[in-house]
């Protein structure tokens, strides 16, 4: 006889596949799009992860076609659908396959980062065409006049808007990572809660950036250092990407340590608090510690996942 959670399973299980098919409907909705999203690519990773083929291909056949019948097949129109399909997918499959955590998410984020790169690509033009209406939106609200101040916030909005531009491709990346970061969390708290055995991962403060990262990092600053402006463009995205993640991992170093000396919660609040009033350079600060940790163990993390 089925248990509770599993009749409930069973219940979702149509939602999912409903909310996958109706994902090419309300893409273009600003946050519903983006929640909708989200679930889907939970759903998606629940269904490969349970093997449920009859789902996944549904799913995946249907809101293709539905994607194609509504905004034509163009690249863009599937490279939009396999951010939100693909990835889920491999992550899915691979964790139900009994590969690791790191390196499944490792397969996932590169299949997210060759769709989203085409889709910028495709829809570059359009998104410059946003962001300078914005910029003349918040620039067209400041108070009429030629004072200092008011010019430094034009300036300052320009120069804002200008690194946005510049580094969209990293940041359209980082955020279908935290959409399938989201979708795995979420597919943790629903295996936990009908008691079924799930591979997690270790504490946040032993997680440690992958020693090959080192490979990807180093070339990247060098060409940024000495390329071409189109080269550098490439490379900051490359190091903005990466370094999101050194400086989690970073942070990850910071609280072991801080763990160690057995610092109250109310101190490491304060703590993080002084890294948010450092702003960027204390990203940049947490971004080294965690490269330099990726190449020197400092935790010995690697020792402790042997042993």
């Known amino acids: 006889m089925p248990s509770p959670w599993e009749k409930i399973e069973q219940t979702l299980n149509p939602i999912g596949l409903l909310a996958i098919l109706a994902l090419p409907v309300v893409a273009g909705i600003p946050l519903v799009g983006f929640l909708v999203e989200t679930i889907s690519i939970f759903f998606v990773i629940l269904f490969a992860f349970r093997r449920n083929y009859l789902f996944l291909a549904v799913a995946g056949i249907g809101s293709l076609s539905s994607a194609i019948l509504m905004h034509g097949s163009s690249l863009i129109i599937i490279s939009l659908w396999a951010r939100a399909f693909i990835p ?14 790191s390196r499944a998410f490792i397969f996932s984020i590169l299949a997210i980062a060759l769709s989203v790169v085409i889709q910028y690509w495709e829809e570059r033009e359009i998104i410059f065409q946003v962001l300078d209406k914005f910029q003349s939106w918040i620039t067209g609200g400041l108070p009429a006049g030629t004072d200092e101040q008011t010019n430094a916030m034009i300036d300052y909005v320009a120069q804002t808007i200008a690194v946005i531009k510049r580094l969209m491709p990293a940041l359209m990346v980082l955020s279908v990572v935290a959409q399938l970061f989201a979708g795995w969390i979420l597919l943790v708290i629903f295996l936990k809660a009908i008691g079924e055995f799930f591979p997690g991962i270790i504490e946040f403060y032993y997680w440690k950036m992958p020693d090959f990262c080192l490979y990807i990092i180093g070339p990247a600053i060098a060409v940024r250092l000495i390329g071409g402006e189109s080269l550098k463009v490439v490379a900051d ?12 991992f970073g942070f990850a170093l910071f609280e072991y340590y801080l763990k160690r000396i057995r610092l109250s919660l109310f101190l490491r609040i304060l703590f993080y608090i002084g890294f948010i009033f450092l702003q960027l350079p204390g990203l940049v600060l947490a971004a080294a510690v965690g490269l330099f940790d990726s190449y020197f163990d400092f935790r010995n993390v690697k020792a402790k996942l042997i042993g």
Do not use: C, H
Request: charged share 0%; no cysteine.
């Open 88 to 101: 889920g997918f491999i992550l899915g499959i691979l964790i139900s396959a009994g590969v690791s955590m």
């Open 237 to 248: 995205n490359i190091i903005m990407f990466i370094g999101f993640f050194y400086a989690a």
